[in-house]
């Protein structure tokens, strides 16, 4: 595989965990009725924006997460306050546009100074014109202008905050959910590429070649069929071919092989150490049925869930910033995955994507699992914990996983300097 379309793959892999992840949010969000300000790619300053409907789809420079901006959840930037000098565009008896500056610019516009407004349950705005206090109905998605940024209301039923617990917890459990379902999905579509092995195999393939190996050296290829050692017909025997191969520790080899309907020797010597030459053989595949894909995938996850899960209790009890990997080292063991072909990939694709949803669980601040957490205070307590505390906590919590990433982002780099 080349090394753009290595690049290639392993830029759509990342994109495709993060987007389907906050896709889970923000389909929700919506489907509550909740405002969507923004759905995000990456952190940081912007390199790409557009805006289609309520919502500002955005891609950003730092590729090390997403997010989705909801109504209610942080502190809203533009406000209008009574006193205020504003302009107001009308458009069949409701206020679409709020503008907040450049007001001499303005035309076919209302000026005034603010008396009294409610943007949030009244949906109103009562301006003082030459003396007169003229009241006016808002539009419910009226937009704020302010130095040329638009800035959409939220009455209080588009709000994240005002909707039930139920909608809050469905909103953000649907992120991890959406990564659960994209691995189980990724781990049928590995068994699909790469088959199961036939019972009864007459045949043994190399299914992979490893680098720099005798094997390699000596013109073995990934797809031969070999067919004897040393004059021994192999058959389809993967245990005799393993034996064979192990007995002849630092002796040389004849392997007859079968590369496109031509018969090749090849005299290859195992390591002497070890007894390998460095291949993976398999036996012949076949296509897999539903229920055994099914099966496997749901095996897997299981599977690979309690691996995770070892993971983390293994960094729990012998914690070493070094060992931690961060962006650039995922990013690194990405492409030499995809390096080894396409099936590959997805496979690690499927055990990234169960990763990323297991541990946005988690709870620790910021991540979804916190959310969830003080969501099941709010149900439990029957009201919700102090918005301001709760909002301090996922910022330290978000902090402290920003100065972490950055901490074994730099290891990574200087690991990879130092190779």
Known sequence: MGNLQVALLTILMFFLLVSLHEWGHYYFARRAGILVREFAIGFGPKLFSVKKGETRYTLRLLPIGGFVRMAGEDPEIVEVQPGQTVALRVKDDKVTRIYLDRLDERSDVMRGEVKSLDLEKGLFVALDIDGDIERYSVHPQAQIIAKGRETQIAPIDRQFGHKTVGQRALSIFAGPVMNFVLAFVLFALYLVMQGVPLENSSKVFISKVVADAPAEQSGIEKGDWVKSINGEPIGGDLNAMVEKISASAGKPLQIVVDRDGVELPIKVTPDSETGKIGIYPIGEMRAPGAIETLRFSGETMVEMTKRIFEGFQMLIR??????????????????????????????????????????????????????????????????????????????????????????????????????
Not at 365 to 371: E, H, I, N, V, Y
């Open 318 to 419: 012998d914690f070493d910033l070094n060992k931690v990997g961060g962006p650039v080292k995922t990013t690194q063991v990405t492409v030499e995955i995809a390096q080894q072909g396409v099936a590959q990939l997805t496979l690690w694709a499927g055990i990234l994507s169960l990763y990323l949803g297991i541990f946005n669980l988690l709870p620790i601040p910021a991540l979804d699992g916190s959310r969830l957490l003080f969501l099941g205070l709010e149900a439990v307590r029957g009201k919700p914990v102090d918005p301001n505390r709760e909002s301090m906590v996922h910022l330290v919590g978000f902090a402290m996983l920003m100065l972490l990433m950055i901490v074994v982002t730099y290891n990574d780099i200087v690991g990879l300097v130092r190779n």
